[in-house]
């Protein structure tokens, strides 16, 4: 069966349904890794062996959301932000992990302003969606998961 090029274009995801698919699989992926909806609000790290540790600041806990921030326990010596680091909200009844803004590294990505093109958006989303998706899949590979997270009493949340 010989399928032609529009057919195969129609059977591919669009980019919407791609940037859902991409926000399921990552809430999936903090679901299994760091189990935050059992979590009270509050700065937890996860370390593994020899790797880095992972810090996990479980920002607000609500019914249907939660607000995190993801990233290592170190800073970035040229910016002296923390890097890798992902802001997210959770959709606790849709099953969606939202990247709502992703700092990589080197090199930050430009904030969009309001009268950005949608298409655009989609892109930039799509481009935080795949980091973090891609992220939480090493760090899994590396043994983060919910028995590696502890509690850090001595940091104190920023108001």
């Not at 591919?12 to 698919?21: A, C, E, I, Q, S």
């Not at 990589?104 to 989303?125: Q, S």
């Not at 980091?131 to 090493?138: A, G, M, T």
Request: glycine residues 6%.
């Amino acid at each position: 069966m010989h399928l032609e090029t529009r057919e195969i274009i129609k059977l591919l995801p669009g980019r919407f349904g791609l940037l859902m698919g991409l926000q399921a699989e990552s809430y999936h992926r903090l679901e299994r890794l760091f189990a935050p909806q059992r979590r009270a609000p509050g700065v937890y790290l996860s370390t593994v062996g020899d790797t880095l540790d992972v810090r996990l600041d479980l920002r607000e806990h609500h019914a249907y959301t939660l607000e995190l921030e993801l990233s290592y326990a170190f800073n970035d010596p040229d910016t002296g932000r923390r890097a890798p680091e992902a802001q997210i909200r959770m959709y606790t009844d849709a099953h969606l992990a939202e990247a709502l803004h992703c700092h990589p590294g080197r090199g930050r990505w430009d904030v969009l302003d309001l009268r950005a093109p949608p298409r655009l958006i989609l892109r930039h989303r799509l481009r935080m969606a795949s980091f973090l998706s891609r992220w939480l899949e090493y760090l899994a590979a590396q043994g983060h998961a919910p028995h590696t997270l502890r509690a850090q009493h001595d940091f104190a949340l920023p108001a």
